[in-house]
């Protein structure tokens, strides 16, 4: 059975940073692709960043230049670092994994992942 645990949600005053990790038991993350999506209250689900292979790494634009994915796939984790946080960004944070190659690869589409955590909450304070 997989699982995928989020950790390192928390309370922080807008310009912080905060480090997510999500940790997988039962399947590798690689070499599959990964990614990490949140959901604000009275909003749908929406992709943040993914990773599949150290050279393939995409963000969102809203993100862009503030937070980084990175995996480590000798520890099976995925990592968000979130850094220059605004009140925005506050949402409920999820990490998934596919379970097989996908192609097309479509690294923002909620379809291509078919393991996804519990969530960690992520509150930024003006």
């Known amino acids: 059975q997989v699982q995928l645990v989020e950790s390192g949600g928390g309370l922080v005053q807008a310009g912080g940073s905060l480090r997510l990790s999500c940790s997988a038991s039962g399947r590798a993350f690689s070499p599959y692709g990964t990614g990490w999506f949140r959901q604000a209250p009275g909003k749908e689900r929406e992709f943040v960043a993914a990773?599949?292979?150290?050279?393939?790494?995409r963000y969102a634009d809203s993100v862009q230049g503030r937070f980084i994915i990175s995996r480590d796939n000798t520890k099976n984790t995925l990592d968000l670092q979130m850094n220059s946080l605004k009140p925005d960004d506050t949402a409920v944070y999820y990490c998934?994994?596919?379970?097989?190659?996908?192609?097309?690869?479509?690294?923002?589409?909620?379809?291509?992942?078919?393991?996804w955590g519990q969530g960690t909450q992520v509150t930024v304070s003006s």
């Open positions: 998934a994994s596919s379970s097989r190659l996908k192609v097309p690869y479509r690294p923002s589409d909620l379809s291509q992942y078919d393991y």
């Open positions: 990773i599949r292979w150290s050279d393939d790494i």
